[in-house]
Structures are given as C-alpha cells and as structure tokens.
C-alpha cells in the first residue's frame, strides 16, 4: 500500500510541477509578447492582464499538488531521510526552492494587478499608454507603471527558473530509490570515513570490481 501512495504522489506531484513550470514558461514567453501585435499599449496591457488571471487557478492548482504530494512523499520517504546521506538535504532544497518559487508567483500576480490598475487609471485621465508589450516599458510610459513592469519581469524570470529546479530536485530524489543509490547512500551515512578512503564508483561497485557486501566483510 505504501508504494501505490508512493506512486500516486509522485504522479500528481509531476504534473503539478508541468503545469507550474510549463504555464508560466507559456505565459511569459507567449501571453506577454502577444500583445505587441495589438495597436494601443492598454490593450496589450488588458489582454495579458486577462489571459494571466484566467490561468491562475490552474497555476496554484498546480502549485498546490506538488507542495501537497511533496510533503506525502516526505511522509513516505521518511527513513530514507534519516538512513541515507544526501537525500534529507536535497528534499530540504527542494522545499525552500518551492516555497521560494510560490512566493514569487504570488509576487508576479501582485505587480501584474498593479500594472493593469496604474495602467488603467492613466488612461482615464487621457494619458497615452506606451508599451511594448505587457511587462517592458516603451520610451514614455509612465514611470510608476514601468517600475511595476520591471518588477513583474524579473518575477517572471524567476517562477520557471525555481520551478525548474523543483522539477530537478525531484528527479534527484526519484533516483535515490535506486538500490545502488540507496545502499551508497546508506553507507556514506554510517561509513563516511571508509567510503572515501575506498572510492565508489556510479554503478554502487567498488573501484576494483568490489561489490559493497564483499567489501565490508
């Protein structure tokens, strides 16, 4: 039964973490600069603006499944996290990289609605909106909206890049399950000493064609 749980949190955790890492790779890469094909900066700003708020429940839905099913597979693997040397700090990682990478979704969310209310108070008293597109600034946009652009852009930047390497961290941990790794692992906690002085090699063998059981006898 523990495997299947095993197996079903790490399935929703991985597509939770695409649908985190790809709709904001989408986003920033597509729904930004699609509205520079528009003709008025406010409607770039608009059609973003909308395009964002309307996948933002997916997004925290996908957020939501891989905090929610990494801390299942904390549960699972907790003895893996006392055992073997290198899987407690990586899954550490791995969390501090996902609470750091909700926080700048959130931070993201929050300049884009300052943007769009900034963007739209300015047009009703008749100012003319230049930009380029949703997040970068033309010659004379004004400059409360473009510090709010900046802002954003670097959020935006940052979301995939952490969520990518969420996604990494992940596969460093699935790995571990290896027996080879698990038993490297296990031995580097308990005989950290003796496994650097022998050397191990990536296929869980000793250098000198050593396997693990044979040598600490």
């Known amino acids: 039964m523990e495997s299947d749980n095993h197996a079903v949190a790490q399935a929703v955790h991985d ?40 996948f933002s429940p997916m997004q925290w839905a996908g957020i939501g499944a ?16 006392a055992m073997q040397r290198g899987f407690g700090s990586v899954g550490a990682l791995k969390a501090g990289i996902t609470v750091l990478g909700a926080a700048a979704t959130a931070y993201s969310a929050y ?24 997040t970068v600034p033309g010659p004379t946009t004004p400059p409360q909206i473009a510090k709010w652009q900046r802002r954003q852009r670097i959020a935006q930047v940052a979301v ?18 290896r027996p080879a790794a698990t038993a490297k692992g296990v031995l580097r906690r308990f005989l950290p000493d003796r496994m ?16 693990p059981g044979r040598w600490m006898r």
């Open 15 to 54: 597509v939770g973490s695409a649908l985190w890492f790809g709709g904001t790779v989408m986003g920033v890469t597509g729904v930004n600069k699609s509205g520079s094909d528009l003709e008025q900066g406010i409607d770039r700003i608009r059609v973003a603006e909308s395009a964002w708020s309307r």
């Open 196 to 211: 650097t002085g022998a050397g191990w090699t990536g296929s869980g063998m000793m250098r000198g064609g050593m396997m």
């Open 111 to 134: 300049c884009g609605s300052r943007i769009g209310q900034l963007a739209e108070q300015a047009y009703d008293r008749g100012n003319d909106i230049d930009v380029r597109d949703a």
């Open 160 to 177: 995939p890049i952490l969520a990518g390497a969420n996604i990494v961290c992940g596969s460093y941990l699935v790995q571990s399950y």
């Open 66 to 81: 891989t905090m929610l099913a990494g801390m299942q597979l904390t549960r699972v693997g907790a003895g893996r996290l």
